[in-house]
């Protein structure tokens, strides 16, 4: 048996080739076609989608795992639901997915397996993720429009300005894409530059309605904002859905579809 020797390496190389590594990406993030906020299922599936059709796509989520609440299934239990056809996106990223036998349209998965899954697709179809990074101001123009987000480490912004002062930094973008779930965090920062009207939050726990809802109502709610997911239940105050992810797969790859046409329309690239 060949015996397995790491090779050696100097801390100094390490550290140095982590560092010119990330900035070059790091450059290359600053301008996007898209920028997805929030690494939940919905912009897993979204950003993977729009990444697959060349358009260069960032992803930006706040915590440190991507995945949202999609890793722990219904309470802490690791199973998920998933509505038919969702189960097809899963299915086609090789995710067993086990129907329900007498409970028809319902199909069960391992959400660890699932978020892995989701998250491999995301990066193979070429999307560049930023995570540990908090959405804190959009950048807005003279003519209203949306061109990209404000942002910041979010280890910093949870110290709070009093304690550690850091400013923000500025990503452009085309299209900016909230699937930031409960709290929709770009449509209401929207909101308070009085630019969108007050995000009500989700409605009462209602499956059926909260799933059929949310893929029906996804869409563009801002020139160059659109919403996906739970977001959208927020922004329309409509029911929540609970651990039944379906909608929030099926939506993420509609609000895709929806983006596609829209820059596919517009001819132009960052």
Known sequence: MKTL??????????????????????????????IVVGAGPAGLVCARDVAATGFRTLLIEQGLALGGGFWSGGYLMNKAVICEPAHEI???????????????????????????????AAYEAGVTVLNLTKVVDLIIRQDGCLEGVVVNNTTAEMAGHDVIHVDPIALESRVVVDTTGHDAVVVELLHRRNLYQPVPGNGAMWVARSEAMVVENTREVYPGCFVAGLAVAAVDGSPRMGPAFGSMLLSGRRAAELIHQKLKG?????
């Open 5 to 34: 020797i790491p090779a050696p390496l100097r801390e100094r190389d390490v550290t140095r080739q982590i560092a010119r590594e990330y900035f070059r990406m790091f450059d290359q993030l600053i301008e996007s076609d898209v």
């Open 90 to 120: 899963l299915e086609g990223l090789g995710v067993p997915c086990k129907p329900v036998k007498d409970c028809a349209g319902m199909t069960i998965v391992d959400p660890p397996h699932a978020t892995a899954r989701l998250i491999a």
């Open 266 to 270: 517009d001819g132009s690239s960052v």
